[in-house]
């Protein structure tokens, strides 16, 4: 049995046009303030994640 195709590539691309497809829109309906601020919440978010990870495989270490 082969290995699967690797999308991520394709995947990853694919998220960011729709990423933008999204902005686009919000940009066109309630503005560029709207964006930037829906911009900052994802990353805190993002950043928020990538805490709990580091804190997650810190006490993974410790045990």
Not at 2 to 20: E, I, K
Not at 47 to 59: I, S
Request: aromatic share 12%.
């Amino acid at each position: 049995m082969t290995s699967a195709p690797d999308y991520r590539v394709a995947c990853l691309w694919m998220g960011f046009v729709n990423l933008l497809m999204v902005f686009v829109t919000i940009w066109a309906v309630w503005g560029l303030v709207a964006v930037g601020m829906l911009a900052y919440a994802m990353h805190l978010g993002i950043n928020r994640l990538a805490l709990r990870k580091a804190n997650r495989e810190a006490k993974f270490r410790d045990h």
